[in-house]
T-cell receptor, first 114, second 112 residues
Framework: KAGVTQTPRYLIKTRGQQVTLSCSPI?????VSWYQQTPGQGLQFLFE???????NKGNFPGRFSGRQFSNSRSEMNVSTLELGDSALYLC?????????????FGPGTRLTVL | AQTVTQSQPEMSVQEAETVTLSCTYD???????LFWYKQPPSRQMILVIR??????QNATENRFSVNFQKAAKSFSLKISDSQLGDAAMYFC?????????FGGGTRLMVKP
């Protein structure tokens, strides 16, 4: 099976712009979670989507949003970008079984905000 | 809130030797899962090993094994016969629901 894919792999934006990142889960996986990784804050949970519904949300401002499509692909959007949004954004997918099922990660999207 | 602590920011091991990475966590839950993920320079997070809290037997995966002490809330990772390809950041993670809580990571260097 193909793994989790994320596009684009690298992005450079300027402050105030908005950005959309995409994640395609492993075939058959219906849950997609997003994490932000920065040197200062480490890995932090953003949100999880399951069957097109947001099930859980981390402590991030409303500028961070997401959605999931019927084919389980997910997008996350960051509006009004700030310098502090520069990070590696990781997507992870898991089977629709137990909530504690193993999450499998994609290669990430490196976002740089200038 | 659950917290995960990795007290060793950096560790070094000689090739073919054994190294142990430490992890402690804080939770009031009784049923949860613990994971070790490896993040090489490519930044891809790779699952190394997972442990179910209700299982007393420590998980093993080839050269990787854990020492899970539930009462002490400790979950260490032992890497035997270390290889150059083991050099990476290692993250301990806790899951009792829909989200992973990560520790700060331990950078493992492997000396030839």
């Amino acid at each position: 099976k193909a793994g989790v894919t994320q596009t684009p792999r690298y992005l450079i934006k300027t402050r105030g712009q908005q950005v959309t990142l995409s994640c395609s889960p492993i075939s058959g996986h219906r849950s997609v979670s997003w994490y932000q990784q920065t040197p200062g804050q480490g890995l932090q949970f953003l949100f999880e989507y399951f069957s097109e519904t947001q099930r859980n949300k981390g402590n991030f401002p409303g500028r961070f949003s997401g959605r999931q499509f019927s084919n389980s692909r997910s997008e996350m959007n960051v509006s009004t970008l700030e310098l502090g949004d520069s990070a590696l954004y990781l997507c992870a997918s898991r089977l629709p079984g137990l909530a504690t099922d193993t999450q499998y990660f994609g290669p990430g999207t490196r976002l740089t905000v200038l | 809130a659950q917290t995960v602590t990795q007290s060793q920011p950096e560790m070094s091991v000689q090739e073919a030797e054994t190294v142990t990475l430490s992890c402690t966590y804080d939770t009031s839950e009784s049923d949860y899962y613990l994971f070790w993920y490896k993040q090489p320079p490519s930044r891809q997070m790779i699952l190394v090993i997972r442990q179910e809290a209700y299982k007393q037997q420590n998980a093993t995966e080839n050269r990787f094994s854990v020492n899970f002490q539930k009462a002490a809330k400790s979950f260490s990772l032992k890497i035997s016969d270390s290889q150059l390809g083991d050099a990476a950041m290692y993250f301990c993670a806790y899951n009792a629901g829909n989200m992973l809580t990560f520790g700060g990571g331990t950078r493992l260097m492997v000396k030839p």
